[in-house]
């Protein structure tokens, strides 16, 4: 069995070092109990401006096991993670993804790896608890988790792309041709037999989140418009709400005028328009938003270019 840890890294110069330390640990471990004939760190350098990259560069000559993928410019994290998944897909039995932080639990890697060789295509890593989270992002997750289930979203709760994926769903996966990446989702729309490995998150080892507020609401955008249309059908709905609604205000305002008690009503009137004139611009904004991933679909742009491989992969 030939197995992969991927790792996308966007300027992880300050947390390289022990996560090379730490995956190696986990290969070593797998190696000895033969659970893998051979192991591999493919760490996917998503356009970093540190010194990332010649991070990996030194640690490739000295270790064994890491090699490197230099992406030409930063590409986002689901893109560089899929470019690593690319890779791992024509030259990998298995592979394992995770974030070069540390937050995951890189001992859960070794449970994974037995779940795969009783069978299991797809094993998820899923926190057991968000301790390490801010009430904020604690409770925005969650909500996030459960909207994309009431839109229909079939996601694993409190997992992120901390996952082990077989050959076959690796290549399962790469045959889908859509740009606009949702990872989580598409994994979990394969329907290969998978399992779950629950383990603890820990506080980031060292350097800065790469999802600020920002991305995290782009990255639950992305989401939810990738792998549902019930917001347009959410649409209709609310104009069918407001069509009798305007039928009623009709109706009320007709036996008002046949009775002589219609009033200006200025307030109510402004009212009304504002709250209209925000859902047509609610609704605009969404049919907007699936126009955008057509156009970036239609165009088939490719999603990354290498600039440069650690020697052994040339």
Request: aromatic share 14%; proline share 3%; with cysteine.
């Amino acid at each position: 069995m030939k197995f992969v840890i991927v790792v996308p890294c966007y300027n992880e110069e300050a947390v390289l070092p022990e996560t090379t330390f730490q995956l190696s640990r986990v290969l070593d471990g797998l190696l000895e109990r033969n659970a893998i004939d051979h192991g591999m760190i493919l760490y996917v350098d998503d356009g970093s401006k540190d010194g990332t990259w010649s991070l990996i560069r030194r640690y490739a000559e000295e270790n064994s096991y890491v090699e490197g993928l230099k992406l030409a410019h930063n590409v986002g994290h689901q893109h560089a993670l899929w470019a690593g998944l690319e890779w791992a897909s024509a030259h990998a039995d298995a592979c394992v993804s995770i974030d070069a932080d540390l937050q995951d639990d890189v001992d859960a890697i070794s449970a994974m790896v037995d779940y795969y060789n009783k069978g299991m295509d797809i094993v998820y890593g899923v926190r057991r608890e968000r301790k390490t989270d801010t009430f904020f992002k604690k409770h925005t997750a969650l909500a996030f988790y459960r909207l994309m289930r009431g839109l229909g979203g079939d996601i694993v709760y409190n997992h992120a792309d901390f996952r082990l994926m077989s050959r076959r769903t690796l290549q399962a996966l790469v045959s889908f041709p859509e740009r606009n990446l949702f990872l989580r989702g598409m994994v979990s729309s394969l329907g290969f037999p998978s399992a779950l490995v629950y383990y603890d998150r820990k506080e980031r080892f060292a350097g800065e989140s790469k999802y600020p507020l920002k991305k995290m609401i782009s990255f639950a955008l992305d989401g939810i418009t990738s792998f549902s249309v019930r917001p347009l059908r959410y649409i209709t709905y609310l104009g069918l709400f407001f069509m009798l609604i305007a039928i009623l205000a009709i109706f009320y305002g007709l036996c008002s005028y046949a009775e002589g008690s219609a009033l200006p009503g200025w307030t109510s009137l402004l009212v009304s328009l504002w709250f209209i004139g925000g859902a047509i611009l609610l609704a605009c904004g969404i049919i907007g938003e699936y126009v955008g991933k057509i156009y970036k679909e239609v165009k088939q742009r490719p999603r990354y270019f290498i600039e440069q491989t650690t020697e052994r992969l040339k």
